[in-house]
């Protein structure tokens, strides 16, 4: 059954019906929630997955005044309900005010479905939403699930949200591609977004918040972003079929004219 906030994009009948249950359950209850303003800036960064969310995250947490969450936590999607975000929230705020940063960051490429949600109770977070040239992006989630569809399904729905919020003031559009044909650049626009100075260790350093808590996929994201920034586009000309190639361009072409990808 397919499930739209689970990185496998399907789930079984039953593991799918449980957690719609229990979104319809939390969803009564979300209505009430409020709005709180924290001490230090959250920062959410988002996108589909192998879009380059990862290292985007890994160079904003080498900022001086960054407080980072290690690990993708999920704590904004529908089936944990606002209450609990809202919890966690206050948590990470306390931490990363006794840490004496500035900022906290949290990387879960789906929270680019949960933005409404994030924004209901952090109206003045900063939302980076990582993009990739669609064909790049499904080239590379193929390997991971070996189906052209699933791939293309989930880049389709990750992204449709990107074209929702883009003009969005709190929301910076970033493409992976300028991140690493001309990182400088790029990572100094987001900076500028979040009102913080650019750092060079940015750039140089090469520690990740992930290195001690990935698991399954994030192992080997871990260590890819842990090395030099790489140019690695263009591969999906050697990866997709012709046949993928008409079918994902089938499905997403128009979000990626949206997005003005050439095609």
């Known amino acids: 059954m ?33 709005s709180i303003k924290t001490i230090t800036q959250p920062v959410f960064i988002v996108g589909c997955g192998n879009s380059g969310t990862t290292l985007t995250a890994t160079i904003l ?8 969450i290690g690990f993708e936590s999920n704590f904004f999607f529908p089936t944990l309900g606002l209450n609990y975000s809202k919890n966690i929230a206050i948590f990470i705020d306390t931490l990363s005010r006794q840490y004496k ?4 960051m949290e990387k879960t490429p789906k929270h680019a479905l949960c933005i409404g949600r994030i924004f209901k109770i952090l109206p003045h977070a900063k939302i980076i939403y990582v993009i990739r ?31 929702k ?12 591609e300028d991140l690493v044909t001309n990182p400088h650049q790029t990572v100094t626009l987001i900076c500028e977004h979040l009102n913080i100075t650019f750092d ?6 090469s520690e990740t918040p992930y290195k001690n808590t990935a698991k399954g996929n994030m192992i080997m994201r871990s260590a890819q972003v842990s090395a030099p920034i ?3 586009t263009g591969k999906w000309k050697s ?18 004219q949206k997005l003005d990808y050439t095609t």
């Open 133 to 163: 040239d669609g064909r790049d992006a499904v080239a590379s989630l193929k390997k991971r699930y070996d189906n052209i569809e699933v791939a293309t399904d989930r880049w389709v729905t990750d992204n449709a949200s990107a074209i």
């Open 101 to 104: 940063k500035s900022f906290f």
């Open 165 to 176: 919020w883009k003009f969005d003031d709190r929301v910076k559009l970033i493409r992976y």
């Open 2 to 34: 397919r499930y739209k906030y689970s990185t496998k994009m399907h789930l079984s009948f039953k593991s799918a019906l449980k957690r719609h249950i229990k979104i319809i359950y939390h969803s009564i209850f979300d209505i009430f929630e409020n």
């Open 230 to 232: 790489y140019n690695n």
């Open 200 to 205: 060079p260790n940015m750039l140089t350093s």
């Open 239 to 256: 990866d997709l079929t012709p046949e993928e190639l008409s079918y994902f361009m089938a499905k997403a072409s128009h979000i990626m």
């Open 61 to 68: 947490s080498r900022h001086p005044d960054a407080f980072s």
